[in-house]
């Protein structure tokens, strides 16, 4: 089974429209993040959490609003679609560690979104 | 801020062709460097990572140093496959600014027999 999971993979939706994105991870780790991927643009931050209790706005948060139901899992929610949010949407994950060493992310496989 | 420059693709290269994708960085402190790589239809996984200067990162035949002189990090592999077809992306992990990635565009490489 696949450590980082994302549901729904697709989804197709009119503007104006509220939609959660949700993302699961079975790593335990600490931290999670959402990004968005448009051709030619690389990934965007929108948020991240290092914890259950600590949100953090990105790059691009506004339109976009995160809940942190528990460690393993972290949502995302598009309050009213419009269509230049269509994009590849990507959760990640990754566990700090101290010492000198550093943390690496883990994606999940992406949520094709598109608003009409 | 800080960020990440990588070479712009499309790039084509026939099998067992020598590769170069140049990455570059601005970042204040001391980053983290990494590749990543998008094969069609996936997530991002990590190919390699450097945590400091002059470190070497490596995996799959894949290798990257870390320039802090030149404040750079190219990736390169000495004879590329088919398989290796994907877009790769360079990124940084900042040492302060709380910790975030910055992810560069991403460079595709198509690798033809």
């Known amino acids: 089974d696949a450590d980082v999971t994302q549901t729904p993979r697709n989804r197709i939706t009119k503007t104006g429209k509220r939609i959660m994105l949700e993302c699961s991870q079975t790593?335990?780790?600490?931290?999670m993040y959402w990004y968005r991927q448009d051709p030619g643009l690389g990934l965007q931050l929108i948020y991240y959490?290092?914890?259950?209790?600590?949100?953090n706005k990105g790059e691009i948060s506004d339109g976009y609003s995160v809940s942190r139901q528990a460690q393993a899992k972290f949502s995302l929610s598009l309050e009213s679609a419009i269509p230049n949010q269509t994009a590849l949407y990507f959760c990640?994950?990754?566990?700090?560690?101290?010492?000198?060493?550093?943390?690496?992310?883990?994606f999940g496989p992406g949520t094709r979104l598109t608003v009409l | 801020g800080d960020s990440v420059t990588q070479m712009e693709g499309p790039v084509t290269l026939s099998e067992e062709a020598f590769l170069t994708i140049n990455c570059t960085y601005t970042?204040?402190?001391?980053?983290?460097l990494f590749w990543y790589v998008q094969y069609p239809g996936e997530g991002l996984q990590l190919l390699l990572k450097?945590?400091?200067?002059?470190d070497k990162g490596s995996n799959k035949g894949f290798e990257a140093t870390y320039r802090k002189e030149t404040t750079s990090f190219h990736l390169e592999k000495g004879s590329v496959q088919v398989s290796d077809s994907a877009v790769y992306f360079c990124?940084?992990?900042?040492?302060?600014?709380?910790?975030?990635?910055?992810f560069g565009t991403g460079t595709s490489l198509t690798v033809i027999p």
């Open positions: 970042a204040t402190g001391y980053p983290s």
């Open positions: 959490s290092f914890d259950v209790k600590d949100i």
């Open positions: 990124a940084l992990r900042a040492s302060n600014t709380g910790n975030q990635f910055y």
């Open positions: 450097a945590t400091k200067a002059d």
């Open positions: 790593k335990g780790h600490d931290r």
């Open positions: 990640a994950t990754s566990e700090y560690t101290s010492g000198g060493s550093t943390d690496t992310q883990y």
